[in-house]
């Protein structure tokens, strides 16, 4: 059983860097932090900062020079392609820009996507769906195709998959970033939400300060390093 009151996520001395005919490019250097069960973080920054490569790093699509990372106290990089496969498809989840649906398979069978992964029974598939789907306000459009959907209706299906596993954290790369104001603060409030009532764990990458400043804290990024941390007052 976990520590509730341990840090959810673990960042420790996290380097990337790549090398090119030009010689090696660092990306990421000496990223150390922590996030706590609940939290919703932002991690902002000027273009080319990291921050994408970083979300990348934090849901294990890609491995860093050095450095670890702990989920639920699970050192992700100490484990074999197969359990880090299994870890990434039961304990993070993912919201990206561009929402990353299948347009060829209904709503409901892109939601179902990662129970179907896991290998859950289908009543068990559209039990959890259903009251995902209904917490998010999509329950009526399980049938749809996403490419009939609204930008903001097809980022709460993505939302929806995101939480079918019951992850230890979310992980949004620019939520928002597709979307208009409007719509952009109606996704984002029901992330914040998911945090404040169901007590989910989230880091958003974001360009939008305004959306950063309604988040519990925000983690500074520029030239690959941690610049500063902030901790929003409510």
Do not use: W
Not at 81 to 98: K, P
Request: hydrophobic content about 35%; some cysteine.
């Amino acid at each position: 059983m976990s520590d509730p009151s341990a840090p959810i996520l673990k960042v420790e001395r996290i380097y990337k860097s790549y090398v090119s005919s030009a010689g090696e490019m660092p990306i990421l250097k000496n990223i150390n932090f922590e996030v706590g069960r609940g939290e919703f973080v932002s991690i902002v920054g000027p273009s080319g900062s990291g921050k994408s490569t970083l979300l990348n790093i934090l849901g294990t699509l890609d491995r860093p020079t050095e450095g670890d990372i702990f989920i639920d106290g699970e050192d992700v990089f100490s484990l074999d392609d197969h359990d880090l496969a299994y870890l990434r498809n039961n304990a993070i989840g993912f919201i990206f820009q561009s929402y990353n649906l299948i347009n060829r398979a209904s709503v409901l069978k892109n939601i179902e996507i990662p129970c179907i992964i896991a290998g859950l029974s289908k009543s068990e598939r559209l039990e959890r769906a259903s009251k995902i789907m209904g917490l998010l306000g999509i329950e009526d459009k399980g049938s749809f195709k996403p490419f009939n959907l609204s930008g903001g209706q097809q980022q709460r299906v993505a939302i929806a998959r995101a939480l079918m596993n019951n992850p230890s954290i979310i992980l949004a790369d620019e939520p928002t970033g597709n979307l208009d104001t409007k719509t952009g603060n109606e996704v984002f409030n029901l992330l914040k939400m998911l945090s404040n009532k169901y007590d989910r764990t989230i880091v958003m990458v974001t360009h939008n300060p305004e959306l950063a400043e309604k988040t519990d804290r925000i983690i500074h990024l520029k030239d690959g390093e941690i610049e500063r941390e902030e901790r929003i007052e409510t």
